[in-house]
Each structure stands twice: as C-alpha cells, then as structure tokens.
C-alpha cells in the first residue's frame, strides 16, 4: 500500500562539495593485510553528515567504529564530512563504503550514488525511531501558529537538512508563507539554530525532537521558556548505508555485523538521535524511506538540487 507522509513544493539542497575528514580510526584487533570479505581495501570508511557538532559527533561514532571493527577484523575510519551534499558525492566517488545520511539525503544518495540502506536505530522494545521536525518560539512571542510567521526571522539549520529545511519550508508553505514573506536564516546546523533563538537573534527557530532532546539533556535549552508552534508527521531516523557497487559478500558482512552489535555499542550515538535507551540496531530497506521519495517527487527535486 502506498504511503504518504509529507507533500509539498520543491526546495534546492545544497551543490555538492569535497568531503571533509574530521577524523581518525578505530583500530581493529586482527591484521588487515590481507584482502578479505570483511576488510576488502585494508579499511572501512563510513561517512557521517554534521547533523550535531563533529566534535561531540565523533567521539560518539568512534565507540560504535571500535565495535564494528572488532566484529569485522577491520579498522573502521570515521569521517564527519562537511554537509549533506558531500557525502553523496564522496560515496558516488567510491571514497566511502558506508554513510549514515539523513533520511532525505538517503533520497539523493540512492539516486546519484546507488547507496543501499541495511540498518537503522531500533528503540528499547526494538521498534525503528522516529523523530519529528518542528518551529519553536519564545514563550512570550506573539505568534501562536506557523501562519503567524510571515515578516518574522526563521533560523534554519543547513540547505538540504529534512528537519532543518525541507520539512519547516514545507509547514510554511502549506500554511500560504511563501519564502519570500519571511526571513529565513541558515545557521549551517540544528545546534546554531536552536541558539540563534534562545540568544534573541531571531523570532523563531526550527528545532528537531533530536536536538531538543540533546540540548535539554546539556542544559543548554529551557523548554519552559519557549513554546512549539509547530510540529511534522514522524520521520523515520537515518539509515546507514553502503556504497551499491561493493561486493555481495562484503555487504551482507557488514550487515550482520552491525544488527550484531550490542545497544551499549550505539548507544552514545542513539543519545544525539533521540533514542534512549537504545535497543540494537535493524534491518531497513529503501520500503521504509518511501514517504520520503514520495515527498521529492512531490517537489519535484532532481540532481540539479544537490
């Protein structure tokens, strides 16, 4: 049965850019001198976009990269790239084998890269997480509803971002705010937006449930003091993906080492997604994204929009 989630009008995404390593490796327990299944280049290189700060990103990815290299025999290099568009364009360029995309950027990764999911984050009961997209404001603003947003300042997160662009353009439209009727402004990620707001920089802001979660957690955001004008049917949270023309038997290594894994070994990372306590990690096919090419054949989104 068809399913639909969003609808809306086309939005650009950002022009590609060179991948950015932020990182180092997780070093694996055996020798990778010889080509195997599970080691066939000598490394793995699993890209990361920078939905949070890189430099809490990394540490966190790291303990997931130990684990998954002692489970393959294979070093396991993390890299934060720059944003979106670079990791599809370095996994298209054969520079990673693995890439955890946001759930709209695996859209784009799928059509210009060929990248195939295999696993997602599972909750505590073993369900796929979600998360939701949504626009906050101070406690005290007059506006009450996304309607009241036209000629009022909107921090944004970056170009091409599900939660901190598309979903947030796609409420306003649907609310008849053309982008034109307010000020948008893109901080360059969630973190930034949500401060641009609680600094008084803008009138309102997008704040994804996964960066409400964390920033609460850090003390760096009082929900008391805000309010949620809006909020996004559940999206499905990102899946991680391998590079479409690596070997079969590298594939399904990968992925029966990853729903292998141990919640405790993802669970630093589930803690910036929202999801805690973590369950282990579950099998997801290009099936459960399907709102989400739904929703870029709505807007109408090509490879121009990369």
């Known amino acids: 049965m068809k399913t639909t989630l969003f609808t809306g009008s086309a ?25 195997s299944a599970t080691c066939p280049n000598g490394e793995i290189k699993f890209g990361i976009e920078p939905y949070e700060d890189p430099a809490k990103l990394k540490p966190a990815y790291d303990v997931l990269a130990a684990a998954l290299s002692k489970k393959l025999d294979c070093p396991v290099n993390v890299q934060v790239v720059e944003d ?9 360029n054969g520079k990673l084998d693995l890439g ?4 709209l950027g695996y859209v784009f990764a799928d059509a ?11 909750t505590a009961e073993k369900e796929l997480s979600t998360y939701t997209a949504g626009i906050w404001v101070p406690k005290d603003s007059s506006i009450q509803g996304i309607g009241d947003l036209k000629g009022k300042s909107l ?29 948008m402004d893109y901080t360059g990620g969630h973190p930034e937006a949500l401060l641009a707001l609680t600094n008084g920089k803008v009138d309102a802001a997008e704040i994804n449930s996964q960066t409400l979660a964390t920033a609460i957690a850090a003390g760096t955001f009082a929900p008391d003091s805000f309010r949620q004008v809006w ?4 999206i499905p949270n990102d899946p991680i993906t391998v590079r479409g023309d690596a070997d ?32 282990p990690l579950l099998e997801v096919t290009k099936d459960n994204y399907t709102p989400l090419f739904e929703l870029a054949e709505t ?5 121009k929009d990369l």
């Open 248 to 279: 079969p038997a590298f594939k399904q290594a990968i992925k029966e080492a990853f729903l292998s894994l141990d919640p405790a070994d993802v669970a630093k990372v589930g803690e910036f997604l929202d999801v805690t306590p973590p369950g």
């Open 155 to 183: 921090a944004l997160g970056s170009v091409g971002s599900t939660s901190g662009d598309v979903l947030p353009r796609f409420g306003l439209r649907e609310a008849g705010i053309a982008d034109a009727d307010l000020k």
């Open 11 to 35: 939005l650009a995404l950002a022009t590609a850019l060179a991948l950015t390593a932020c990182g180092g490796s997780a070093q694996s327990a055996g020798s990778t001198e010889t080509a």
């Open 112 to 122: 210009k890269a060929g990248a195939e999911p295999l696993v997602s984050f599972g």
């Open 84 to 92: 979106y568009a670079a990791e599809v364009l370095a996994m298209r």
């Open 231 to 234: 909020t996004s049917n559940p």
């Open 299 to 303: 807007m109408g989104l090509t490879e």
């Open 100 to 103: 955890q995309f946001g759930p």
